[in-house]
């Protein structure tokens, strides 16, 4: 089954830890996109990536790093500098450029104490 | 910068009767896509509609419509015949090519639509 994975689907970290949240898709898509959501809000955009080795901050990025070292892999880790961590992370995948609908993942929701 | 704003955060409908979702959006571009997903209290976000600022004619899809008003600035989705099943949040979306790269979507904030038997 083609797709998008997102492990693990809850998280649990003390505050001042960095964690990886990983994203993994098999839709052979060129761009993959990261997203938060908080409580009773829509998603904002943090990361997203058109190629492998490239990618570019969206609205949200401070406090968030990522990579893109393989095309079916967007790993996004939560760093001690992000202030309010705790959310729902959601990880996104479209063929690329252009009005294409994105592909979502299951979720992490991490929480952070 | 672009803002999406759905003015509903709830709705409870009478299953069968047909639901219109309010949507409004803001971009001083002239090319843009809008987009429907519905989230179900699983999590995963599913798409359900697309409309671009170029299309002449509103799109559907199955139960689901849009009804696309572009001097309005408004892309507002049409559910006919609800069922039990579409109890969910439903979000709006746009995407404003950035040099034709492939930039993420902006999001409202939602409506939670709840379907009653």
């Known amino acids: 089954d083609g797709g998008i994975t997102q492990s693990p689907k809850y998280l649990f970290r003390k505050e001042g830890q960095n964690v990886t949240l990983s994203c993994e898709q098999n839709l052979n898509h060129d761009a993959m996109y990261w997203y938060r959501q908080d409580p009773g809000q829509g998603l904002r955009l943090i990361y997203y990536?058109?190629?492998?080795?490239?990618?570019q901050k969206g609205d949200i990025a401070e406090g968030y790093s990522v990579s893109r070292e393989k095309k079916e892999s967007f790993p996004l880790t939560v760093t001690s500098a992000q202030k309010n961590p705790t959310a729902f992370y959601l990880c996104?995948?479209?063929?690329?450029?252009?009005?294409?609908?994105?592909?979502f993942g299951p979720g992490t929701r991490l929480t952070v104490t | 910068a672009q803002k999406i704003t759905q003015t509903q955060p709830g709705m409870f409908v009478q299953e069968k009767e047909a639901v219109t979702l309010d949507c409004t959006y803001d971009?001083?571009?002239?090319?843009?896509?809008l987009f429907w997903y519905k989230q179900p209290s699983s999590g995963e976000m599913i798409f359900l509609i697309y409309q671009g600022s170029y299309d002449e004619q509103n799109a559907t899809e199955g139960r689901y419509s849009l009804n696309f008003q572009k001097a309005r600035k408004s892309a507002n989705l049409v559910i006919s015949a609800s069922q039990l099943g579409d109890s969910a949040m439903y979000f709006c979306a746009m995407r404003v090519p950035e040099g034709g790269g492939a930039d993420g979507l902006t999001f409202g904030k939602g409506t939670h639509l709840i379907i009653q038997p």
């Open positions: 996104a995948s479209s063929i690329g450029g252009g009005d294409y609908e994105q592909y």
């Open positions: 971009t001083s571009d002239q090319s843009y896509g």
């Open positions: 990536s058109q190629i492998v080795n490239d990618f």
